[in-house]
């Protein structure tokens, strides 16, 4: 270690992964040797996915980029990097052989460093502390943005102002403008995130994670035809990034083009075929395909959200109770936080409990309470409902069902008439208690 060390080795919890046991004992040997103590070992994919499932404090992983098995070394990179927790993680990898896209996958993300196999001791300590003291420059400067922003308000002018300010004096400006516009979408400063973007993108037009995050600012903007020029840029250059992979795929729902965001999916499927963000969007993709393939006549909702609901609407009133809940799971993990969210998950709630599993339901119920933002939520009288007979015994009978209220159309339907879905008018089975709990038999609209 040098005079210059910013970080304490003994202090780092690391994570080894590597099929060879000679290399793996190698790499351990040379990092107790700089006063790495705390080392995890895994031989595979799979065993380090469930590793950091488990025990999620690593600081740094040092990961063999040909890994055996179901689970490859650029699925778990993908994997790690997709966790909130380990976005800025410093991650090693170590590889004989990287292919072009993988190498610009890896240059997506911060703290991210490669050694080529063979390498020595003293290559593999040199790496591993620029890597660590790169990490430390990040946390430092995260730090600095955040305390930034938080001086201002969430006046993302005066962000932006003061954030130029500090780049104009900062050694490193491109990766702190990164970071600083990471930060500002974040905290949905939006505007000002697109012209600190615009700056870098003037500089280098093949930035990786600037074209990505561009992507993001115009999809939360709503601008989603602009969100997939840059997502698309991004991914001509590096294909294998899954995050990016799904977030085409979610822009592209929002575009209501199916069978382009089933392709998105299934490219993250190709890399991780148990990438349950994926495996989600590929479900919601064949959902909205039978949609729109459906003889019997439907206005199409004004926005996203509706649209994605309504579905679930349509296959739970058919009594197709698991494909409108599965419905509802999959849309539930592509809409922001807040008032869609709580309300998808209400609707979970009362699919579950007309499908007599008043538990599930309570569980939905309580999470759309949590979820929600201000008055006028219905979650809260069902759980309390629910809390109070959630032990006795519920016996079925059969309801007449009303009619679904009409959805609010948007503009592209009026154009086209209407967009066809089977939705038809059957009889619900309910318990005694929902019924009596005045259950909305039409669903909450968004």
Known sequence: MTSEQ?????????????????????????????????VVPAADGQGAWLTLSNDPKFSLIILDWKLPGGLSGLA????????????????????????RNDFRLLQEFPCTALVEKPFTNSLLQTSIEDLLKES?????????????????????????????QVLKKAPKPMPLALLAAKRLVKNKLLISAKAILESVLKVDGQSLIALNEMG?????????????????????????????????GEVELNLNDPESARKSFQKALHVDAEHVKAQQGLILADNMNELFAAPTAMQV???????????????VRNHNFARGIGQYQAAINFLPDGEDRARVAFNLGLGYLRWGKPSDALTWFQRSEAEHQGS???????????????????????????????????????????????VATKVAVVTEEASAYEIEEAHIRL
């Not at 080894?16 to 790499?27: F, K, P, T, Y």
């Not at 305390?147 to 932006?160: M, P, Q």
């Not at 996203?304 to 296959?315: C, D, E, Q, V």
């Open 6 to 38: 910013t970080y304490i080795a003994a202090d780092y919890r690391v994570l080894v992964v590597d099929q060879e046991q000679v290399a793996r004992n190698l790499v351990i040997n040379c990092l107790s040797s700089t006063g790495f103590s705390d």
């Open 76 to 99: 778990l990179y993908n994997r790690i990097r997709s966790l909130p927790a380990y976005r800025t993680t410093p991650i090693l990898v170590v590889s004989g052989f990287v292919e």
């Open 136 to 164: 430390v420059w990040y946390r430092e400067n995260e730090d600095l943005i955040d305390s930034l922003l938080e001086a201002v308000k969430g006046n993302g002018k005066t962000a932006e102002q003061l954030i130029k």
């Open 216 to 248: 993001k600012v115009m999809h939360m903007m709503g601008k989603h035809e602009q969100a997939l020029g840059y997502l698309r840029q991004a991914a001509d250059l590096s294909p294998q990034c899954i995050p990016r992979l799904c977030l085409m």
């Open 301 to 315: 909702p004004s926005s996203f959200a509706s649209l994605m609901n309504t579905m679930g609407i349509a296959y």
């Open 376 to 422: 006028g939520n219905r979650s809260a009288s069902y759980v309390r409902k629910l809390l109070l007979k959630e032990s006795s015994a519920l016996t079925e009978q059969v309801v007449p069902e009303p009619a679904l209220p009409p959805a609010v159309p948007s503009a592209d339907a009026v154009a086209s008439n209407v967009i066809p879905f089977p």
